[in-house]
């Protein structure tokens, strides 16, 4: 695979954010490439001026033999989501993990996705499933210490994309700690032939990096457009409703935040158009990254999960350390989740990069509200999330003052924020997996294999602790 090579960045102390790079071909060979090169996973190889890198093929199989892609669905046609999973690179381990309404015998949408996973099995994929409202999944977080990721009417798992997320990322690491990588990839993709480019690309982010033990990799994807049938035409729109107004703000954030290494003002928002179009990934369902950073990170409820990548990360290592120490503080996002405190800092560099795809992203449209909801969390995730970084700043009249009141106003005329609170939603905010016990969550889960919803196919003895 070709890519451009990342013309600048933003650094954030040890959060580094590189500019948007381009698929350019998705199968090139690099003339001076040889088969020594093509079996170091970090192997790359410039040309065309030193503009562009050329990820061999055997660089990017290597990485992909260390990567579980999660696949977090709800209510999508088989047919879609058997797509989607076929697309997936046979070297990659896939979870899927449903929400989807479950009923009796042949009425039970689940045991349907159940039995058309089954179809892969027998060709080397290795595949997981598992409902998102599994009693024993509930149970499981419960005895690892994750109480506050539990519905106390059911004691199950609550609703929610980013629930479902968190359990895919536990499931990945408790059954699976020598996979190096892990990728999402939404399930409502009607071509499926772009899911495997989406997972290349991802595995030309991580090669483009440094090892998992230097240094953390999120690789974030833009999709190429999104095609839109207007007027009896196709039109290729380059970007979705949701991200034309989360993405201009999350940029507006970094120019708060100071605007990273090459902007150090932090007495002005002013822009130029470059820093204004920084970040195009805001709202990335299709994003990978290294296990440990998964492990690391806070997760937001919902449909804030993604945007909200951005705001732990800066609290992490410009906040914090714009302070001196670690802050003891609260978040006021945490106080209401059972009084989580405010993370560790980071110990080591994080890389984010962003891809722009060849391919075009085709699902189905969601109505206006529904896109309202959406980027209503992602802007909900950057206001609460901010609440206390003004006093960083040792005035209510800073930049982050100054952005919050913008972001507010700018719901507030559209009739995004809540009746009753007069604000944006607040989401949930889970802590870092890294906190719960691990062994205890895979052992309970564990023994549910075939009993509950858990299922496994392609594993040698039949469990996925056998891999």
């Given at each position: 695979?070709?890519?451009?090579?990342?013309s600048?960045?933003?650094s954030?102390?040890?959060?580094?954010?590189?500019?948007?790079?381009?698929?350019?071909?998705?199968?090139?060979?690099?003339?001076?490439?040889?088969?020594?090169?093509?079996?170091?996973?970090?192997?790359?190889?410039e040309?065309?001026?030193?503009?562009?890198?050329?990820?061999?093929?055997?660089?990017?199989?290597?990485?992909?033999?260390?990567?579980?892609?999660?696949?977090?669905?709800k209510?999508?046609?088989?047919?879609?989501?058997?797509?989607?999973?076929?697309?997936?690179?046979?070297?990659?381990?896939?979870?899927l993990?449903?929400?989807?309404?479950r009923?009796?015998?042949?009425l039970?949408?689940?045991?349907?996705?159940?039995?058309?996973?089954?179809?892969?099995?027998?060709?080397?994929?290795?595949?997981l499933?598992?409902?998102?409202k599994?009693?024993?999944?509930?149970?499981?977080f419960?005895?690892?210490?994750?109480?506050n990721?539990?519905?106390?009417?059911?004691?199950?798992?609550?609703?929610?994309?980013?629930?479902?997320?968190?359990?895919?990322?536990?499931?990945?690491?408790?059954?699976?700690?020598?996979?190096?990588?892990?990728?999402?990839?939404?399930?409502?993709?009607?071509?499926?032939?772009?899911?495997?480019?989406?997972?290349?690309?991802?595995?030309?982010?991580?090669?483009?990096?440094?090892?998992?033990?230097r240094?953390?990799?999120?690789?974030r994807?833009?999709?190429?457009?999104?095609?839109?049938?207007?007027?009896?035409?196709?039109?290729?729109?380059?970007?979705g409703?949701?991200?034309?107004?989360?993405?201009?703000?999350?940029?507006?954030?970094?120019?708060?935040?100071?605007?990273?290494?090459?902007?150090?003002?932090?007495?002005?928002l002013?822009?130029?158009?470059?820093?204004?179009?920084?970040?195009?990934?805001?709202?990335?369902?299709?994003?990978?990254?290294?296990?440990?950073?998964?492990?690391?990170?806070?997760?937001?409820?919902?449909?804030?999960?993604?945007?909200?990548?951005?705001?732990?990360?800066?609290?992490?290592?410009?906040?914090?350390?714009?302070?001196?120490?670690?802050?003891e503080r609260?978040?006021?996002?945490?106080?209401?989740?059972?009084?989580?405190?405010?993370?560790?800092?980071?110990?080591?560099?994080?890389?984010?990069?962003?891809?722009?795809?060849?391919?075009?992203?085709?699902?189905?449209?969601?109505?206006?509200?529904?896109?309202?909801?959406?980027?209503?969390?992602?802007?909900?995730?950057?206001?609460?999330?901010?609440?206390t970084?003004?006093?960083?700043?040792?005035?209510?009249?800073?930049?982050?003052?100054?952005?919050?009141?913008?972001?507010?106003?700018?719901?507030?005329?559209?009739?995004?924020?809540?009746?009753?609170?007069?604000?944006?939603?607040?989401?949930?905010?889970?802590?870092?997996?890294?906190?719960?016990?691990?062994?205890?969550?895979?052992?309970?889960?564990?023994?549910?294999?075939?009993?509950?919803?858990?299922?496994?196919?392609?594993?040698?003895?039949?469990?996925?602790?056998?891999?």
């Amino acid at each position: 695979m070709r890519l451009t090579l990342p013309s600048s960045s933003r650094s954030f102390g040890l959060l580094h954010i590189a500019e948007e790079v381009r698929v350019l071909d998705l199968d090139a060979q690099d003339p001076g490439g040889t088969e020594e090169e093509s079996n170091n996973p970090q192997g790359q190889s410039e040309a065309s001026g030193g503009d562009t890198v050329c990820l061999l093929r055997g660089t990017l199989d290597k990485v992909l033999s260390e990567m579980i892609i999660v696949v977090p669905c709800k209510d999508e046609a088989l047919s879609v989501v058997k797509g989607v999973i076929s697309a997936i690179p046979a070297s990659c381990l896939t979870i899927l993990v449903s929400n989807c309404e479950r009923g009796e015998h042949d009425l039970d949408r689940y045991m349907q996705q159940v039995e058309m996973i089954k179809t892969f099995a027998g060709y080397g994929r290795n595949i997981l499933a598992i409902h998102q409202k599994d009693a024993t999944a509930g149970a499981a977080f419960q005895a690892a210490g994750m109480p506050n990721l539990i519905d106390p009417s059911d004691g199950t798992i609550r609703n929610g994309k980013g629930e479902g997320m968190l359990l895919g990322i536990a499931i990945a690491a408790a059954f699976f700690p020598t996979r190096r990588y892990i990728g999402f990839v939404d399930a409502d993709n009607l071509h499926a032939g772009s899911v495997n480019e989406y997972c290349r690309a991802f595995a030309a982010g991580f090669a483009m990096s440094s090892s998992p033990d230097r240094e953390d990799t999120m690789v974030r994807l833009r999709w190429a457009s999104k095609p839109k049938m207007r007027n009896g035409q196709i039109e290729f729109v380059a970007e979705g409703r949701c991200s034309k107004i989360v993405n201009p703000w999350l940029n507006r954030l970094l120019m708060a935040c100071g605007g990273g290494k090459r902007n150090s003002n932090l007495k002005s928002l002013s822009a130029t158009d470059t820093d204004k179009a920084f970040i195009t990934t805001g709202n990335a369902g299709e994003h990978a990254m290294t296990m440990d950073l998964a492990l690391k990170l806070r997760m937001a409820a919902g449909y804030a999960i993604e945007p909200f990548h951005f705001v732990d990360l800066l609290e992490r290592t410009q906040i914090l350390s714009a302070s001196g120490k670690t802050s003891e503080r609260q978040n006021p996002t945490d106080r209401a989740n059972n009084g989580t405190k405010t993370p560790k800092p980071l110990d080591k560099p994080i890389r984010v990069l962003q891809v722009r795809t060849l391919s075009p992203h085709f699902h189905r449209a969601s109505d206006n509200d529904h896109i309202t909801r959406m980027w209503a969390s992602g802007l909900g995730s950057i206001y609460h999330g901010t609440a206390t970084y003004r006093h960083f700043q040792g005035s209510d009249d800073g930049p982050i003052s100054k952005l919050r009141r913008e972001i507010d106003a700018f719901a507030a005329e559209r009739g995004a924020v809540d009746g009753e609170t007069g604000e944006l939603p607040r989401p949930r905010v889970y802590q870092a997996l890294e906190d719960m016990d691990m062994a205890r969550f895979g052992e309970v889960l564990g023994s549910s294999l075939g009993i509950g919803s858990l299922r496994a196919f392609g594993f040698a003895g039949g469990h996925p602790a056998s891999v």
